[in-house]
C-alpha cells in the first residue's frame, strides 16, 4: 500500500458534478468560465480544470495565461482562435478537436457559430487560474491561416495557407 494516505476515502478520488462548478474564477470578458478541479476545490497541486462557453458569434477580450501551458478541448460549436502580437494568426477547431496554448502567447477566442453556444473543457497546467487581460490590442484586418500537422503524421509541417486560402478563411 502506498504510504501517502492511509484514508483513501476522503484523500482519494473526487467527482465534480456538472453542476457545481464555481464561477468564481478568473474571466475574461466575452467568455464565463467555470472552476472544477483547482486547489480551493480538491488541494490541486499541478491542474486547473474547467469550463468555458462562448456566447454565439462572440469572441473574448485578447489574453494570455502566463507561464501556464492550456489545452482547450471542443465540446459542441465551432472555436476560431486567433494568436500573436496582433492577433495575425488564426485557425479553426470544432467538436473533438483539442488546441494547446503555450506560456505567454496573446490570444483570442472566438464563437465561429452565430446560432449555438461554444462548449469547452479548459485543463492548465497549474493548480489555479491564471488569466492576463491585455487591453490594447488592435488586430490585423486579415489574419493568417495557419494550419498545423503533427510531427507524429508528418504529410508536411507547421505549414501557412496560401493567399487564397486566407481569402476565403477571412470572409467571415
Known amino acids: 500500500m502506498s504510504k501517502h494516505h ?4 476522503h484523500h482519494g478520488v473526487q467527482v465534480i458534478k456538472g453542476d457545481q462548478l464555481d464561477p468564481g474564477t ?6 464565463f468560465r467555470q472552476a472544477a478541479i483547482n486547489h480551493a476545490r ?7 480544470a474547467g469550463t468555458v462557453s462562448i456566447a454565439p458569434d462572440a469572441k473574448t477580450g485578447v489574453h494570455h495565461h502566463g507561464e501556464l501551458e492550456s489545452v482547450i478541448f471542443i465540446v459542441r460549436g465551432k472555436a ?5 502580437e496582433k492577433l495575425e494568426y488564426v485557425a479553426e477547431a470544432g467538436p473533438g478537436d483539442f488546441i ?3 506560456p505567454f502567447v496573446p490570444h483570442q477566442e472566438i464563437n465561429a457559430d452565430p446560432d449555438n453556444v461554444l ?6 497546467s497549474d493548480n489555479e487560474a ?7 490590442v ?3 484586418e486579415h489574419p493568417e491561416t495557419v494550419h498545423w500537422i503533427d510531427p507524429i503524421h508528418r504529410q508536411g509541417s507547421f505549414e501557412s495557407a496560401t493567399s487564397e486560402d486566407r481569402k476565403v478563411e477571412n470572409d467571415y
Not at 462548449?119 to 492548465?124: F, P
Open 6 to 9: 492511509s484514508d483513501w476515502k
Open 26 to 31: 478568473a474571466q475574461t470578458p466575452g467568455m
Open 42 to 48: 480538491v488541494g490541486a497541486q499541478k491542474i486547473w
Open 80 to 84: 476560431r482562435m486567433r494568436w500573436g
Open 100 to 102: 494547446f496554448v503555450p
Open 119 to 124: 462548449e469547452c473543457v479548459l485543463v492548465r
Open 130 to 136: 491564471v488569466v492576463v487581460n491585455i487591453p490594447d
Open 138 to 140: 488592435e488586430p490585423v
